[in-house]
């Protein structure tokens, strides 16, 4: 397979690299020969460890993805971000009053946002990045926790705001308010707990952890399934 | 817009389409105990004898592990321990948690609450802090919150899917603990998927008696990893980061009292001495057992195994490795890749190259595994043969994705599964509309370092919790038990070693136990060829590897 493979040539960090077709930018510099450290983490699209900008040939723009779910393409340009040092406001869920205006208290530069739309055009989960931080001004914390739910925290919206707003710490704040104040909290589950502690489910447990192997089994064939 | 599919795989779709009709609504007979029987003995890769081998050395010395682990536990350490001075300390803590994923956050937030400051808490881990399997996990997690169900369904669920050899007092402790683990979660700001009065949304995961499968999307580790991340940030427990452990410190007495941490960038090594240690480095998944791609994360490298091995603490199951049924298979990219059971929960039907259903789509996954190699295999090797082949040679099952959308309405996968239709968007597939191509994939560790139900090790001053400890789940795992069980085991791990700080008395600061494993691997003539922990897999390419030469 090896003596057919379809070579392209990228441009890691300026040099240039004879490397298959059809790798994404993580795989292609690996086999270039690096061994990663920074720019590398879940490399499934969960992480937002690879952040990277690009560019392409004849194409002045600089675009933002992850390096794990990008095809290389031939004659591009690459680099990665090793570290994002954008700051998370110093705040603790139990010490926030949950008031309209929490956002803007610690992150007052939302305010400063110039409608752009830069944000969103980096952001590799094409999330509505805009509109969420349009949301956060509105005091719309429900709006924000939904259009960033998505978010890999990859920093790249922080890194290319002309009003350095760092929309995913934002985004982070909104969506514990909304889980922990303003979702309805489970009845349920609660109930459950309260039972648990109480030692409803002791003596079951007792009986259960006491079986042996076969009496395990024959209770295991006998439970019925849930449609 | 080019077709993604290839016109070989692309006819295989329309016998999907043509037989998708008769297919809905159909679930077919789940399999006897017997039958998973045979299937996992002709089929699952675990039931290969070649591919294991018996411990040479050390506590669990003759167990039978697969021979990519082997390799890491019959290896010398990676610093020389005689070239470490441990007589000055970078760090004094209380607790040293090793490991930045789900189960070293959860530790240190509860060692926080059992009374340790933040400030005399340590979190090291060897990438960024939160990057694990913990944060990639997507479907969901189990608790047994419903008024139908119960921690003792919970439990004879767990037991089944473990094969029944799962230690009974973790099981218990696992399904005990789950709602309030989710209680917890609640009050720290998750957002579960909940219907508008706020109950929860829960389907069924492979091996479940009841729908207890809880969600945030297909992002769930995903959304509930930020939020501890984010709840230390807010505590300021203090992460040092890219500096993995390379070698505990034992004392005099034989307990743990610390660790060597290693800076992957300069190079340096630097001392932690803590009254309490917590080991949370998650599993294996990058070993590539017996050649299999994997759905897990850069660091998944088995290293806290090596590390408390050589300690002297005891291993269990780790003869069984879980493959998840449905990794990637297709495009070339993205082979090895997660999709989530979610979507076999959500009605996805696993068919063959004719579109013929022959599984039910929630057996454990093991068996599910099992079962999917057997269609793949060539009637030679005792298969089926039936499986789809792709341009690169890889081969994998159809999971019928567009159902979902037809069970559901339209707009569903797009919505709730928004991580699985982004990952297949970028090449250009949408898998409502066409099904995707799965083969099962390394997913997790089911075994690991023996604990009890508070996380403690058989090593004093040494606790453990999530992927990297073993005998909550016995030979397998069910879905929605991971996120659970780090959560659960995370904690239990953490007010331990709490409690543990609060009274221990460490001695005086060895590598003594590196020094005798070093000693034990030479009389059992294991050859100095191979070091561990491994830290990162090997990925570069070949050419550039052979050329490589260490000048500065």
Same mark, same amino acid.
């Given at each position: 397979?090896?003596?057919?493979?379809?070579?392209?040539?990228? @441009?890691?960090?300026?040099?240039?690299?004879?490397?298959?077709?059809?790798?994404?930018?993580?795989?292609?510099?690996?086999?270039?020969? /690096?061994?990663?450290?920074?720019?590398?983490?879940?490399?499934?699209?969960?992480?937002?460890?690879?952040?990277?900008?690009?560019?392409?040939?004849?194409?002045?723009?600089?675009?933002?993805?992850?390096?794990?779910?990008?095809?290389?393409?031939?004659?591009? @340009?690459?680099?990665?971000?090793?570290?994002?040092? &954008?700051?998370? &406001?110093?705040?603790?869920?139990?010490?926030?009053?949950?008031?309209?205006?929490?956002?803007?208290?610690?992150?007052?530069?939302?305010?400063?946002?110039?409608?752009?739309?830069?944000?969103?055009?980096?952001?590799?989960?094409?999330?509505?990045?805009?509109?969420?931080?349009?949301?956060?001004?509105?005091?719309?914390?429900?709006?924000?926790?939904?259009?960033?739910?998505?978010?890999?925290?990859?920093?790249?919206? &922080?890194?290319?705001?002309?009003?350095?707003?760092?929309?995913?710490?934002?985004?982070?704040?909104?969506?514990? +308010?909304?889980?922990?104040?303003?979702?309805?909290?489970?009845?349920?589950?609660? &109930?459950?707990?309260?039972?648990?502690?109480?030692?409803?489910?002791?003596?079951?447990?007792?009986?259960?952890?006491?079986?042996?192997?076969?009496?395990?089994?024959?209770? /295991?064939?006998?439970?019925? +399934?849930?449609? | 817009?080019?077709?993604?599919?290839?016109?070989?795989?692309?006819?295989?779709?329309?016998?999907?389409?043509?037989?998708?009709?008769?297919?809905?609504?159909?679930?077919?007979?789940?399999?006897?105990?017997?039958?998973?029987?045979?299937?996992?003995?002709?089929?699952?890769?675990?039931?290969?004898?070649?591919?294991?081998?018996?411990?040479?050395?050390?506590?669990?010395? =003759?167990?039978?592990?697969?021979?990519?682990?082997?390799?890491?536990?019959?290896?010398?350490?990676?610093?020389?321990?005689?070239?470490?001075?441990?007589?000055?300390?970078?760090?004094?803590?209380?607790?040293?948690?090793?490991?930045?994923?789900?189960?070293?956050?959860?530790?240190?937030?509860?060692?926080?609450?059992?009374?340790?400051?933040?400030?005399?808490?340590?979190?090291?881990?060897?990438?960024?802090?939160?990057?694990?399997?913990?944060?990639?996990?997507?479907?969901?997690?189990?608790?047994?919150?419903?008024?139908?169900?119960?921690?003792?369904?919970?439990?004879?669920?767990?037991?089944?899917?473990?094969?029944?050899?799962?230690?009974?007092?973790?099981?218990?402790?696992?399904?005990?603990?789950?709602?309030?683990?989710?209680?917890?979660?609640?009050?720290?700001?998750?957002?579960?998927?909940?219907?508008?009065?706020?109950?929860?949304?829960?389907?069924?995961?492979?091996?479940?008696?009841?729908?207890?499968?809880?969600?945030?999307?297909?992002? #769930?580790?995903?959304?509930?990893?930020?939020?501890?991340?984010?709840?230390?940030?807010?505590?300021?427990?203090?992460?040092?980061?890219?500096? !993995?452990?390379?070698?505990?410190?034992?004392?005099?007495?034989?307990?743990?009292?610390?660790?060597?941490?290693?800076?992957?960038? #300069?190079?340096?090594?630097?001392?932690?001495?803590?009254?309490?240690?917590?080991?949370?480095? %998650?599993?294996?998944?990058?070993?590539?057992?017996? %050649?299999?791609?994997?759905?897990?994360?850069?660091?998944?490298?088995?290293?806290?195994?090596?590390?408390?091995?050589?300690?002297?603490?005891?291993?269990?199951?780790?003869?069984?490795?879980?493959?998840?049924?449905?990794?990637?298979?297709?495009?070339?990219?993205?082979?090895?890749?997660?999709? #989530?059971?979610?979507?076999?929960?959500?009605?996805?039907?696993?068919?063959?190259?004719?579109?013929?259903?022959?599984?039910?789509?929630?057996? !454990?996954?093991?068996?599910?595994?099992?079962?999917?190699?057997?269609?793949?295999?060539? !009637?030679?090797?005792? =298969?089926?043969?039936?499986?789809?082949?792709?341009?690169?040679?890889?081969?994998?099952?159809?999971?019928?994705?567009?159902?979902?959308?037809?069970?559901?309405?339209?707009?569903?996968?797009?919505?709730?599964?928004?991580?699985?239709?982004?990952?297949?968007?970028?090449?250009?597939?949408?898998?409502?509309?066409?099904?995707?191509?799965?083969?099962? #994939?390394?997913?997790?560790?089911?075994?690991?370092?023996?604990?009890?139900?508070?996380?403690?090790?058989?090593?004093? %001053?040494?606790?453990?919790?999530?992927?990297?400890?073993?005998?909550?789940?016995?030979?397998?795992?069910?879905? %929605?038990?991971?996120?659970?069980?780090?959560?659960?085991?995370?904690?239990?791990?953490?007010?331990?070693?709490?409690?543990?700080?609060?009274?221990?008395?460490?001695?005086?600061?060895?590598?003594?136990?590196?020094?005798?494993?070093?000693?034990?691997?030479?009389?059992?003539?294991?050859?100095?060829?191979?070091?561990? !922990?491994?830290?990162?897999?090997?990925?570069?390419?070949?050419?550039?590897?052979?050329?490589?030469?260490?000048?500065?």
């Amino acid at each position: 397979m090896s003596a057919e493979l379809e070579m392209i040539r990228v @441009y890691i960090m300026g040099r240039a690299y004879e490397v298959p077709a059809g790798l994404t930018i993580m795989k292609a510099m690996e086999y270039a020969g /690096y061994r990663l450290v920074r720019g590398v983490g879940c490399r499934g699209g969960f992480c937002g460890a690879c952040a990277t900008v690009f560019r392409r040939p004849g194409d002045y723009k600089l675009y933002a993805d992850l390096a794990c779910q990008t095809t290389a393409e031939d004659e591009m @340009y690459i680099a990665q971000i090793p570290s994002v040092p &954008a700051e998370r &406001a110093p705040w603790k869920l139990s010490e926030l009053e949950p008031e309209e205006n929490f956002i803007l208290a610690l992150y007052p530069e939302v305010a400063r946002c110039v409608a752009c739309n830069t944000c969103s055009r980096a952001c590799p989960q094409e999330l509505e990045v805009m509109d969420y931080i349009q949301a956060a001004l509105r005091g719309d914390i429900a709006q924000v926790a939904e259009l960033s739910f998505d978010c890999v925290q990859c920093g790249l919206c &922080a890194m290319r705001c002309p009003a350095e707003i760092v929309h995913y710490h934002v985004g982070q704040l909104a969506r514990r +308010v909304y889980g922990a104040y303003r979702a309805p909290q489970a009845g349920h589950l609660a &109930a459950r707990v309260e039972e648990i502690e109480s030692g409803t489910f002791d003596q079951e447990l007792d009986t259960l952890q006491q079986m042996s192997r076969d009496e395990l089994v024959e209770a /295991y064939r006998k439970r019925d +399934v849930e449609k | 817009m080019a077709d993604a599919y290839p016109s070989s795989m692309r006819e295989s779709i329309g016998r999907v389409e043509a037989t998708r009709p008769q297919r809905m609504g159909v679930e077919p007979q789940r399999l006897s105990l017997e039958e998973r029987r045979e299937v996992l003995d002709q089929f699952h890769p675990d039931y290969k004898e070649e591919g294991k081998r018996a411990l040479a050395v050390g506590p669990s010395k =003759g167990e039978l592990v697969p021979h990519e682990m082997a390799d890491l536990l019959e290896a010398y350490p990676l610093i020389d321990p005689d070239r470490v001075d441990l007589g000055q300390a970078d760090y004094e803590v209380d607790v040293l948690v090793i490991g930045g994923g789900g189960g070293g956050t959860v530790a240190a937030l509860w060692a926080n609450e059992a009374g340790i400051p933040a400030g005399r808490i340590l979190i090291a881990t060897k990438l960024r802090h939160g990057d694990s399997n913990s944060m990639m996990a997507q479907g969901g997690i189990q608790a047994a919150d419903k008024e139908n169900d119960s921690p003792p369904i919970h439990y004879l669920d767990v037991q089944g899917g473990g094969h029944f050899g799962n230690d009974p007092e973790l099981v218990r402790a696992l399904v005990s603990d789950a709602p309030e683990v989710l209680r917890w979660h609640e009050k720290l700001g998750v957002m579960y998927d909940k219907d508008p009065e706020g109950r929860m949304l829960t389907i069924h995961g492979g091996g479940t008696s009841r729908k207890r499968m809880h969600s945030a999307k297909d992002y #769930t580790g995903m959304e509930i990893m930020r939020v501890l991340r984010d709840e230390a940030l807010g505590r300021g427990i203090p992460t040092v980061e890219f500096s !993995p452990v390379v070698e505990l410190i034992s004392d005099d007495k034989g307990q743990v009292v610390g660790a060597v941490l290693w800076n992957m960038e #300069t190079e340096e090594y630097s001392v932690v001495r803590a009254k309490a240690t917590v080991l949370a480095t %998650g599993g294996w998944g990058r070993l590539h057992i017996q %050649g299999f791609p994997t759905s897990n994360h850069y660091g998944a490298t088995a290293d806290g195994l090596v590390l408390a091995y050589r300690a002297g603490a005891g291993l269990r199951d780790l003869d069984s490795v879980q493959y998840h049924p449905t990794g990637a298979a297709f495009p070339e990219q993205i082979v090895g890749l997660l999709i #989530t059971e979610k979507v076999r929960g959500m009605g996805a039907q696993p068919v063959n190259v004719e579109g013929e259903l022959f599984v039910h789509p929630l057996e !454990p996954r093991d068996v599910e595994s099992g079962a999917f190699i057997r269609e793949c295999s060539s !009637p030679e090797q005792g =298969g089926r043969g039936r499986g789809v082949v792709t341009p690169t040679g890889m081969i994998g099952i159809w999971l019928d994705t567009p159902m979902v959308d037809l069970i559901h309405g339209q707009g569903t996968f797009n919505r709730e599964l928004s991580a699985i239709w982004r990952m297949y968007a970028r090449f250009d597939i949408d898998p409502s509309a066409d099904p995707v191509l799965t083969y099962p #994939t390394l997913h997790y560790q089911n075994g690991g370092v023996v604990i009890d139900a508070d996380g403690a090790t058989q090593v004093p %001053g040494l606790f453990a919790g999530g992927e990297v400890s073993g005998g909550i789940h016995g030979k397998n795992r069910l879905m %929605g038990n991971s996120l659970l069980d780090f959560n659960v085991f995370g904690r239990r791990a953490g007010i331990a070693a709490a409690k543990w700080a609060q009274r221990s008395k460490p001695g005086k600061p060895t590598l003594e136990h590196a020094l005798r494993y070093t000693q034990d691997l030479q009389a059992a003539g294991v050859e100095e060829v191979r070091k561990a !922990p491994s830290l990162l897999p090997e990925y570069r390419g070949k050419k550039t590897l052979a050329r490589v030469v260490d000048l500065i």
